[in-house]
């Protein structure tokens, strides 16, 4: 494909970003992203980069964690757990979110991810964050550091519950979490984030010998309002503090499509109206995403003819059999560019399938999709003759330089 001039190609690119005159009266979040899960390119922005307490919404990354012990063999989801001081719900702040752990109670770890995820319970993210950490200034310490490697520069973790207004995100970086946290572990949406509801506790996390305050098994419904009610809704989590007001992070997906979309800020005069207005803006930047993002297949360059060494055939046209899409927004096809990388020195013997380069498609400075390209056909080595005629003129191409 051509390419555009830089100037010409980044205003398209800028049109594209800030197009969302659709939402335009709409948002009323103090700051707002819409991503493309594929690809990581912000769709949609609203004073994105601006640092906001996250409340609840910190909880993913403590699930995240808590994942990454599980995969390092450090945890089992089966493993069970007694809730000592530190996980007792009687432990946290009046008016925290609580999935109602008590001291005694024998709980598994997927059943306080459980109660993280779909009762957002602070005590759960407790319960965890001491077990993991060890201890939850361990945890914390834990917290930043994968958000300092996840390429997090404005975030800040001070509990693993959200409930401090002192710990900040943007919603671009959040929007980057939520795509890494599904990228690693897409079970998280299967097992956490769609569930309903949540019944606890159980006659199983109370021992006979134990007497306990809370008896009658309480069903706590999750806080993703949209779950149920939206297209290919299917996670991720929601936060309120004073602070900050009513934030939102959802992600849904719609045949090949997966969007995420982050609300930060909405102040509302009452808390029933703010987890209303929450769930319709976070719906209506979804909507807008799907509504004027489409799957385009992008075109393949030319790719040139290639020399090949030591072989019974001394030239090959290489192909790519994968074809490239990306999500795009009308017109934006003719913004896209691609760049072609392909091996220098190729050398018999060549198989079919050997990959030997790539093609990478880009608006702007963001990736949309690579395909690799193949050699297209088998070249065994050459006879005597052949590999001696490369030789030497292998040797006079090294004397001319």
């Known amino acids: 494909m051509k390419r555009l001039h830089p100037i010409i190609l980044t205003l398209l690119f800028s049109f594209s970003l800030w197009g969302g005159d659709a939402l335009s009266g709409i948002i009323s979040a103090q700051s707002a992203v819409l991503m493309d899960y594929e690809t990581g390119r912000i769709l949609y922005e609203k004073d994105g980069n601006v640092p906001i307490p996250p409340a609840s919404m910190a909880k993913v990354m403590t699930l995240y964690l808590t994942y990454d012990a599980i995969r390092e063999g450090r945890l089992e989801k089966e493993r069970i757990i007694t809730i000592d001081e530190v996980g007792s719900s009687f432990s946290r702040p009046p008016r925290s979110s609580l999935m109602l752990l008590e001291e005694g109670q024998e709980v598994s770890v997927l059943g306080l991810m459980e109660g993280l995820a779909i009762a957002s319970g602070n005590d759960a993210a407790y319960a965890l964050a001491d077990l993991i950490g060890p201890g939850v200034d361990a945890f914390v310490d834990k917290m930043n550091r994968k958000a300092e490697e996840l390429g997090l520069r404005e975030t800040c973790f001070v509990d693993p519950d959200g409930w401090s207004e002192y710990n900040l995100v943007t919603a671009e970086e959040y929007a980057l ?25 159980l006659p199983d996390n109370m021992p006979e010998d134990r007497s ?190």
């Open 177 to 201: 979490l939520a795509r890494h946290y599904i990228q690693d572990y897409p079970e998280a949406l299967v097992e956490l984030h769609s569930v309903p509801y949540l019944v606890y506790p």
């Open 212 to 401: 306990f305050r809370i008896k009658v098994p309480r069903k706590k419904n999750n806080t993703n309002k949209l779950l149920g009610s939206y297209e290919g809704i299917d996670g991720l989590k929601t936060g309120y503090i004073d602070e900050s007001g009513f934030n939102f992070s959802a992600t849904a997906r719609r045949q090949d499509t997966r969007l995420i979309s982050v609300i930060m800020g909405i102040r509302r005069e009452s808390y029933f109206q703010g987890l209303l207005r929450r769930a319709e803006e976070s719906a209506s930047l979804l909507d807008y995403g799907f509504d004027n993002y489409k799957s385009e297949e992008l075109a393949e360059p030319v790719l040139p003819e290639l020399r090949v060494w030591m072989g019974s055939e001394t030239d090959l046209v290489p192909i790519v059999p994968e074809g490239a899409a990306a999500l795009l927004r009308e017109g934006e096809l003719c913004s896209v560019y691609s760049m072609v990388s392909l091996e220098q020195q190729i050398t018999a013997p060549v198989l079919s399938d050997d990959i030997i380069g790539s093609i990478r498609y880009y608006i702007g400075s963001v990736l949309l999709d690579e395909v690799p390209v193949h050699a297209g056909r088998n070249i065994p080595e050459g006879n005597f003759f052949q590999k001696l005629r490369d030789r030497v003129l292998q040797k006079w191409m090294e004397w001319q330089e």
